[in-house]
């Protein structure tokens, strides 16, 4: 089974500060690497997604670093900010569905 | 409607007995997808359901589960005899088509078998 590894399971980070958060997948043929934003009750929502073909894309605070070789891709939250204080799990496609990383507790701290 | 509805948002059931979760997918939008969270967990593919194409049933975990969708609409997800193990929060997810992977969730059920 196709498998998306994520790390950390939980981050604290000062406000102002940068979050990182890693996945690495398994197989090559992903042509879809999205992130999504989970609050606590809520379900989870797009943040951001990136193709293969490039290697980073930026959407205000928050960037995608993506490395094909190493088969890593990477979320960058630039200044965090308490109300990015959320769970985030990365994603591959497989079979026409998204198998998703067991997910990033994010905490930012006043 | 604008989003993804879910009913009930949260379902209290004894152990044993069969419960129905449903799903009011965004209209139009042709794939619906059921996930199960556990609490601090990731979210597990259940079954997975695109037009009138047979459903991809690989994740529901036994046969006490099964799932219905009625054309491109409601979609249901049923388990019969509750274990305390299925407590967790049963999500549902559409999109517009396959290659899109842009899911939109609803808030999901919360489950708790007592």
């Known amino acids: 089974q196709q498998q998306v590894k994520q790390s950390p399971q939980s981050l604290i980070v000062q406000k102002g500060g940068i979050s990182i958060i890693n996945c690495a997948y398994e197989?090559?043929?992903?042509?879809?690497f999205p992130w999504y934003q989970q609050f606590p009750g809520k379900g989870p929502a797009l943040l951001i997604a990136?193709?293969?073909?490039?290697s980073e894309k930026k959407e205000g605070r928050f960037t995608i670093s993506f490395n094909k070789s190493a088969k890593q891709f990477s979320l960058h939250i630039m200044d965090s900010q308490p109300g990015d204080s959320a769970t985030y799990f990365c994603a591959a496609p497989r079979d026409d569905k998204i198998i998703f990383g067991k997910g990033t507790r994010l905490h930012i701290l006043p | 409607g604008a989003g993804v509805s879910q009913s009930p948002s949260n379902k209290v059931t004894e152990k044993g007995k069969d419960v129905e979760l449903r799903c009011d997918p965004i209209?139009?939008?042709?794939?619906l997808y059921w996930y199960r969270q556990r609490l601090g967990q990731g979210l597990e593919f259940l079954i997975y359901?695109?037009?009138?194409?047979?459903?991809?049933k690989s994740g529901l975990p036994s046969d006490r589960f099964s799932a219905e969708r009625t054309g491109e609409s409601v979609s249901t997800l049923t388990i019969q005899r509750t274990q305390q193990e299925d407590s967790a929060v049963y999500l549902c997810?559409?999109?517009?088509?396959?290659?899109?992977?842009?899911?939109?969730f609803g808030s999901g059920t919360r489950l708790t078998v007592v």
């Open positions: 209209s139009g939008h042709t794939a």
């Open positions: 359901f695109q037009g009138n194409s047979a459903p991809d």
């Open positions: 197989n090559t043929a992903f042509d879809y």
């Open positions: 997810a559409s999109s517009s088509d396959r290659v899109s992977y842009g899911y939109t």
């Open positions: 990136i193709r293969p073909d490039v």
